[in-house]
């Protein structure tokens, strides 16, 4: 199952959970593992407590960590101007597991799963939703 987010970049963060729990009760998991899986190299998917204070502590740490305007090798191209991005994608990753239990994402009480777009400019990006059941047997 696949959905389209659009971003601004810039780490733009987005809570994706409701477009997550509609793909697994169109996927119909009810026990097992959905895996979240964004189809490019400049984003992040992670769980986060979806709040103003901690999207903004999140933004400041990688702007000390990995300036948006450093000099960055992959910048050198010509082409565009987003090897910071591609650090930050590498470090958050761009796919998360999910427990499903009866048919419910299974999150802490303030978790999210958050998309967060570290590229330079507007984007719109795909998600892909699998599911991996619970091969197990109750005896």
């Known amino acids: 199952m696949r959905f389209q ?4 970049g810039h780490e733009d963060s987005i809570d994706i959970t409701d477009q997550v729990a509609e793909a697994i009760k169109q996927l119909g998991l009810i026990d097992g593992i959905a895996v979240v899986f964004g189809l490019h190299s400049t984003i992040g998917i992670t769980t986060l ?3 103003k204070g901690v999207l903004q502590d999140v933004h400041d ?3 000390r960590l990995i300036p948006e305007n450093a000099e960055y090798k992959h910048n050198l191209r010509g082409i565009d101007h ?3 991005a591609h ?3 590498a470090m958050v990753g761009t796919h998360l ?3 499903v239990e009866e048919g419910q994402l299974v999150l802490g009480q303030w978790q999210r799963i958050v998309l967060i777009d570290f590229d330079e400019r507007a984007r719109t990006r795909d ?3 699998k599911a991996l059941t619970s091969a197990t047997t109750k005896p």
């Open 87 to 89: 650090i930050k994608s």
């Open 82 to 84: 987003n090897g910071a």
């Open 49 to 51: 407590e979806y709040e």
């Open 127 to 129: 998600i892909l939703v």
């Open 61 to 63: 740490v990688f702007e």
């Open 5 to 8: 987010v659009n971003t601004q």
């Open 97 to 99: 597991p999910v427990p």
